[in-house]
C-alpha cells in the first residue's frame, strides 16, 4: 500500500501522489515550486511516463491550489473539489474576523504567483465516493475553511486529513486562528475525525513520519485542547 504512495513536500505545503492500474491521482497541487518537485518525485519513483488523470482538492487555500490550473491544463487530468470552497476556485473568497489576515497574504500572492482560476469537474459533498487509488469517501471537516475536506480509505483506514493539524514531532500543532474561517469548528471536525476508525492520518503539512505516527500525534493534540477546554 506504501508503494503506490508518495508524499510530496513542496515549499509551505506538501501534497500526494495517488498510484492505481489507470494512473495516477493527485490530492492538491502543493504551492511554489509544487510542479517542479512533483515531476522529480514521479520520475524518481519511476511514475514519470504514467498519466495523471485525476486531481482532487483539499480545499481553497491558495497554498494548495495554486498549481491545479496549470497541472489540469498540461495533463487534461479532471478535477474534484469541495463544494463549499467554490469561491477560492474562482479567486475571490471572502474572509472574516482573524482570517482576514489570511485574505489580504493571498489577495498579494495570487497575481505574484501566477495562480490561474480553475473549473471543477465535480464539487464534492460529504459522503461522496471515489473510485480511484483503493477508494476514497469524502469527509467534510469544516473550519479551517468551509468546504475544507479529508479523504478516507476504509479498506486501508487512512486518512488524508489535509489543514486538520500540521504534523512536525514536537512541533505539532493546530492551525493559527488567522489561518482558520472558524477555529471552535475546527477543532471539533478534529475531535470528529478521531471516531473514524483509522489506522493512520496522512497530514498536508507533515514530516515523513508514518501515517501511525501522524495519527497519535493527532490524538495527543485533540486530548490537550479538550483538558485546556475543561479547565476552570
Not at 471515489?130 to 468546504?147: C, I
Request: proline share 5%.
Amino acid at each position: 500500500m506504501r508503494d503506490n504512495l508518495i508524499q510530496i513536500r513542496s515549499f509551505g505545503a506538501g501534497f500526494y501522489a495517488l498510484r492505481d492500474s489507470n494512473g495516477i491521482h493527485l490530492i492538491d497541487c502543493g504551492f511554489i515550486g509544487g510542479v517542479q518537485m512533483l515531476h522529480r518525485a514521479l520520475r524518481k519513483r519511476g511514475w514519470g511516463k504514467d498519466p495523471i488523470l485525476g486531481i482532487i482538492v483539499t480545499h481553497g487555500h491558495l497554498d494548495h491550489i495554486l498549481n491545479v490550473s496549470r497541472i489540469a491544463a498540461e495533463t487534461g487530468a479532471w478535477i474534484a473539489a469541495p463544494r463549499h470552497d467554490a469561491a477560492h476556485y474562482e479567486g475571490n473568497p471572502t474572509y472574516h474576523g482573524a482570517a482576514k489576515v489570511t485574505g489580504f497574504l493571498e489577495s498579494a500572492g495570487r497575481p505574484v504567483l501566477g495562480f490561474k482560476p480553475f473549473t471543477t469537474s465535480r464539487l464534492l459533498e460529504d459522503g461522496d465516493t471515489m473510485d480511484v487509488w483503493h477508494g476514497l469517501t469524502v469527509v467534510h471537516l469544516p473550519g479551517h475553511t468551509a468546504g475544507h475536506s479529508g479523504f478516507y480509505s476504509h479498506r486501508l483506514r487512512w486518512l488524508f486529513c489535509a489543514d486538520l493539524f500540521a504534523s512536525y514531532g514536537g512541533l505539532s500543532h493546530f492551525p493559527p486562528h488567522f489561518l482558520n474561517m472558524d477555529s471552535k469548528q475546527a477543532y471539533e471536525s478534529a475531535s470528529r475525525a478521531l471516531e473514524l476508525d483509522l489506522a493512520g492520518v496522512l497530514p498536508s503539512h507533515a514530516d515523513g513520519a508514518s501515517p501511525e505516527v501522524h495519527l497519535q500525534r493527532l490524538k495527543k493534540l485533540v486530548e490537550r485542547q479538550s483538558g485546556d477546554m475543561v479547565k476552570p
